[in-house]
């Protein structure tokens, strides 16, 4: 899956955060630093979160994360995913700059089957 250089270790961060109770905190704080992504720079965002520090870096630096992260990347090379955006609405998979009419049209057809695939 094609990703800048930095990709990996932010997912990494971004679980790291989650497992201590900010992933939705600090996946806007990337957002809105992209693509200031150096491991000093993730550990201080989670920090200026009020997280322990060195709890998100030892959770940073440990292997559990980035498994994850592999898995995740795995997973969705499984389904056909091979970049960002993409998206999967019940089952479609959508990349790229979708136009919202389209997002409309797929979530509508879900909604109208009625179930899940």
Avoid at 96 to 108: M, Q
Wanted: aromatic share 8%.
């Amino acid at each position: 899956m094609p990703s800048h250089a930095r990709a990996s270790l932010a997912h990494a961060a971004s679980r790291c955060a989650a497992a201590l109770g900010k992933f939705w905190p600090y996946h806007d704080r990337l957002f809105a630093e992209q693509p200031a992504f150096e491991r000093p720079q993730l550990i201080t965002y989670a920090e200026d979160l009020g997280l322990d520090g060195d709890s998100f870096t030892a959770c940073l630096e440990g292997d559990e994360a980035r498994r994850r992260v592999e898995a995740d990347i795995a997973e969705g090379r499984a389904i056909g995913i091979r970049g960002t955006p993409s998206f999967l609405i019940n089952g479609i998979l959508m990349v790229g700059a979708v136009p919202v009419e389209k997002f409309r049209a797929a979530i509508d057809e879900a909604l109208s089957r009625g179930s899940a695939r």
